[in-house]
């Protein structure tokens, strides 16, 4: 009786543990950001694809995997051809990250290797795609735009595939050797051009500013000329405007006998020797006078 009964109890602890282990091989829980895949005996079961949260399935017949649909990042390091033919090295680095609608196609087809199956490949092609369009010197110069234009490619190739490109960057380009050299070369000969194209603007500047200092100077020198010359002008005008007012005022003061009295104070005593005018009035005076005085000496 003891041993039936110990056998009992054996074997319902069994059965308990394996009660328990069915149990905790029942669950699965799909992490935040995941979207959980089911899977039958080896085989995806279609329309099984399960949001976050813990989800029952039959244990050791069926198994929930789990897709992360987070932000993944990828770096990764490839070569291309530019336009001009120089070998482009370059290291990209591509955000992406699995729509959950499009988990469970995506684990279907390549399970969970999508990322070596399917964005690395995209990626290479899309370098190659790009980097023919541009010279290498423009790789360089309008890398921002090649960056974009790699990461709308990429982005579109995708996106049918159920992965979306949140962000892609160039981290680095390198070329060869010899295309570094002739680039160094380029960029000196240029800093020498825009050094001599400075030193003449600067020269053309200098002379230019001379000639305005020097046309200045000749209109000041004119200028001034011209204002001696009006304030002599003024000075000779003004004399003469005082020259005739005074005459004009001796003019309007001058009578007949003020005249009279001047010759009487200027007279020296003596007549004149002739009066009248023209060929036949003329008279002698000094002669007449000479006669009377002669008559007066003969009859005292």
């Known amino acids: 009786m003891f041993k039936k009964l110990a056998k009992h109890g054996a074997l319902t602890v069994v059965l308990l543990v394996i ?6 091989n029942s669950f699965t829980r799909v992490p935040v950001g995941s979207t959980g895949i089911m899977v039958t005996l080896g085989k995806v079961q279609d329309g099984s694809t399960l949001s976050e949260g813990v989800h029952f399935h039959f244990p050791f017949i069926q198994e929930i995997v789990s897709v ?13 051809f530019s336009k001009d033919i ?3 090295s370059a290291k990209l680095a591509v955000n992406y990250r699995l729509r959950p609608e499009k988990s469970f196609s995506v684990y279907k087809t390549h399970g969970t290797m999508y990322e070596q199956n399917i964005i690395v490949p995209a990626t290479h092609e899309v370098l190659k795609s790009v980097s023919a369009q541009y010279t290498a010197e423009e790789l360089i110069s309008k ?43 380029k960029q000196v000969a240029e800093q020498v051009k825009k050094k001599a194209a400075t030193e003449n603007e ?17 209109e000041a020198a004119a200028e001034k000329v011209r204002i001696e010359a009006e304030a002599k002008a003024n000075a000779v005008k003004l004399a003469a405007e005082a020259e005739a007012f005074r005459l004009q005022s001796i003019n309007e003061n001058l009578t007949d006998l003020t005249i009279q009295d001047t010759l009487a104070e200027r007279w020296d005593g003596k007549l004149p020797n002739v009066i009248g005018s023209g060929a036949t009035g003329i008279m002698n005076l000094s002669g007449l006078l000479g006669d009377e005085a002669g008559d007066d ?4």
């Not at 009660?19 to 905790?24: C, H, K, R, S």
């Not at 992360?68 to 291309?80: G, S």
Request: charged letters at 30%; zero cysteines; proline letters at 1%.
């Open 202 to 218: 600067t020269a053309i500047a200098q002379a230019e500013r001379e000639k305005q200092v020097a046309i200045k100077q000749a």
């Open 143 to 185: 890398r921002a735009e090649s960056s974009d234009k790699m990461r709308d490619e990429l982005d579109s190739k995708l996106t049918d595939m159920g992965i979306t490109v949140t962000d892609f960057n160039i981290i680095d380009f390198d070329f060869s050797e010899d295309f570094i050299n002739a680039v160094e070369a």
């Open 19 to 24: 009660l328990v282990a069915l149990a905790a």
């Open 297 to 300: 000496a003969d009859n005292p």
């Open 68 to 80: 992360d649909n987070r932000v993944q990042k990828l770096e990764l390091n490839t070569e291309a």
């Open 86 to 88: 120089q070998t482009v």
